[in-house]
């Protein structure tokens, strides 16, 4: 496939790619984007950790926290890092739940959950300028009601959240 860059911003790029699939001349509009991790926590009384972040045009949301992984950064080695920037709580292990694509059609970003233990509160939040976020703690059950409820609408949460449940009840 023959790739021609459109646009090149902080954390995506936007290109467009002609080729040929199966003998069909093909054009694909493709948002590119180095991957991100996120992190299911739960503190010493079993609540899960969320963040209230602002998304724009979407206003304040519920979701595990996550961030985007530096060039070359290993998924796992991010998960570490951002968990700690955005709730102050450093994690002693983090265990892999699941990836996946959040816009597979479209979007080349991969998002790798995680489950972190181990957890010791050791600094305030380190943000970014741009980041409008704070730290809530919520027990699981009423974090699945409100996924069940639409108010909690984000994907990654919702498939860590669930991929945990399943996982837990197969066990």
């Known amino acids: 496939m023959k790739k021609k860059k459109i646009y090149q911003?902080?954390?995506l790029g936007l290109s467009v790619y002609d080729g040929i699939i199966e003998g069909r001349k093909?054009?694909?509009e493709m948002i590119e984007h180095r991957g991100a991790s996120a992190?299911?926590?739960?503190d010493e009384n079993k609540k899960v950790i969320l963040v209230k972040q602002h998304r724009f045009p979407h206003g304040f949301v519920l979701e595990i926290p996550a961030g985007t992984m530096e060039k070359g950064e290993e998924p796992i080695k991010c998960a570490f890092r951002e968990f700690q920037e955005e709730t102050g709580y450093k994690a002693k292990k983090m265990t892999h739940l699941i990836?996946?694509?959040?816009?597979i059609?479209?979007?080349s970003e991969i998002i790798h959950c995680y489950v972190a233990s181990?957890?010791?509160?050791?600094?305030d939040l380190?943000?970014?300028a741009d980041e409008i976020l704070s730290v809530e703690k919520i027990e699981l059950d009423r974090v699945m009601k409100m996924i069940k409820t639409g108010k909690i609408q984000d994907?990654?949460?919702?498939c860590a959240i669930m991929t945990y449940a399943v996982k837990k009840k197969l066990d």
């Open 126 to 128: 380190k943000l970014d």
């Open 39 to 42: 992190m299911l926590a739960f």
């Open 9 to 11: 911003g902080k954390i």
């Open 118 to 123: 181990g957890l010791k509160k050791i600094a």
């Open 105 to 107: 059609g479209y979007n």
């Open 99 to 103: 990836s996946f694509y959040p816009s």
């Open 155 to 158: 994907a990654k949460t919702i």
């Open 26 to 28: 093909v054009k694909r």
